[in-house]
């Protein structure tokens, strides 16, 4: 039994030392594994903190997007500067800082196009400085991408054109699908008017945002904004007013007023001098104002858009407004009532608004071909764009002309001639396509002025384009892929009914009642109606509680009423009883969202 006994303790002591070696190995290879989990954790945590940093970056490059700043490739965006790249000393130079453990970023836009489109490239970076905290001892980066595009969504954008509000009382309700019908409703307040032109901004929801005539402003309550009467501008002009958004997130609003008009009186008095004639005023509309019911800014009203011009003004009743090319601002738009060089007005206006609601640059384009115009009147017309800004659509008439002539005399019936122009959104000129003169007017011959073009839009397909004259109103197509667009000139249909008379001197005929045409969110066009009596204001009556339509516009080969599904009045539409629309219809800039992407 001894024997037996020291051979167990014999093999004892080697197993004990075996089990030590192999647990000692184990312990070596858990703390290794242990060590190298601890580095790897760390490492993971440096890097998330320089991938946020570059999401850092990345988010203030988007900011300076979204405020308006164009960043230029050749500058650097660091948390010390602002968005032009420029160091500023009342700023920081990091993201974080914790002891030896700093992040930052490093951003630059790396691509810039035409378009607007914009690529930009940011390093986060996360430092582990040395005791002396000068120079790091070792650092970590991660890189974020994020591209801009300036992004037209069809949804909204007809969305945005839910509400119409136009003459005395009368609005359209066109939904936000803007397929079906819309339903007549009675513009917000009771009693309110815009005889010729007006703008209403709602936004890519549907959701009223507010509502202008030049001369007022109503908010999405349908109440009198705060600060937003005394507007300057005119009620008797075909384009009185504009708006546009001036920051990103579509809280603040450029309005641009119109003073062009000769007669104001004749409505609601001038409420203007001499001098504020024939000028664009811009105002600034703050929907966060009056606990979110909107009203214009203080100090930031009737500011003239060039108060360096001429004293005998540089507006006509024509003036609307493009986005520029990055989304960056808006291009406003006017051609001059007349000046003493040129008598003729064959100059275009442009001016870029900023998102601060300065003007950042003013151009002027000489048109090669002068208007037809017959001299000693005030100058009307229209100016409209195709869906994507690309083309610009430009009607030059006049009232008033003279009435010496004989009835036979070309220069007592003629006025009126219409412009197809290319579009720079990026330098705002724009470039003669085409040029016609829209149809000559002998359907009354009387003592009274007899005028030719009032207004002319795009087809919703952007192949034709339809005019409408005044005194009296007629609707004419032309086909713009003619070599001379004159040559496809089809006269559609008086836009009143009745029939025509020869009034006594002075008065006007049955057929005076012409009015502005556009295109509607539906894809149908529509035509305002005025058969004007002598008598202001109008009485309520069935003729001026209709408008026309057209169903079927962008119909090929020879139009007809038919084939154009023309309704004088428009069968699928009845204005509420007790108002009408006048002369005018309401024009809507469209919003070009930027869409930003990070990958």
Known sequence: ?????????????????????????????????????????????????????????????????????????????????????????????????????????????????????????????????????????????????????????PVGARASQRYWYFGVGAGLDFRNSGTAWPLPINSPPSGSWAFEGSTVVSDRSGNLVFWTNGQQVWGKNGALAQNASGLLGSSSATQAVAAFPLNQEQTRYGIISNTTGSSDSEYTGTPFTPSQKWRLYFSEYDTTLNNGNGGITANRKNIDLW??????????????????????????????KDTPATPRGDLIYGFLIGPDGNVRQ???????????????????????????????????????????YPSTDARRQVSGTVYLLNTNRATGYPVQQK??????NHAVTDSSPRNAGYSADFSPNGQYVYVTQLYPGWLTRYTLSAADVSTTQHTLSHTSSGTPTVPAAGNAATWNGGGQIRRGPDGRMYISRNPYTGTYPVPDSAERSRISCITNPNATGYPTLATLGFQNPCTGVTLNAGTYSWFGLPQMVTVYTPKIIYY
């Open 1 to 153: 039994m001894r024997l037996k006994s020291n051979k167990i303790e014999a093999f004892t002591l080697p197993t004990v030392v075996i089990v030590s070696i192999v647990m000692l190995s184990l312990m070596v290879s858990a703390f290794q594994f242990l060590s190298a989990s601890s580095i790897a954790l760390r490492d993971q945590y440096y890097n998330q903190l320089a991938r946020e940093a570059a999401e850092a970056g990345a988010r203030r490059i988007e900011e300076c997007w979204k405020s308006g700043s164009d960043i230029l490739t050749t500058a650097t965006i660091t948390p010390r500067t602002n968005c032009s790249g420029t160091s500023l000393s009342t700023q920081v130079d990091y993201v974080m800082s914790n002891g030896p453990l700093v992040t930052t970023y490093s951003g630059k836009v790396v691509n810039r196009e035409a378009d607007g489109h914009r690529r930009a490239l940011v390093t986060g970076i996360t430092n582990l400085n040395g005791a002396s905290g000068s120079t790091p001892i070792k650092s970590y980066t991660a890189e974020t991408v994020l591209e801009k595009t300036l992004d037209n969504d």
């Open 307 to 336: 108060s360096a011009g001429t004293s005998y003004g540089y507006a006509s009743e024509a003036l609307n407004a493009m986005p520029n090319h990055d989304g960056t601002g808006y291009w406003v738009y006017t051609f001059p």
């Open 362 to 404: 003013r151009i002027t384009y000489t048109l090669p071909t002068d208007p037809l115009l017959c001299s000693g009147g005030s100058v009307y017309g229209t100016i409209n764009f195709n869906d994507d800004y690309s083309q610009m659509l430009v009607m030059i008439g006049t009232s008033g002309c003279q009435t010496t």
């Open 435 to 440: 040029v016609w003169n829209s149809k000559v």
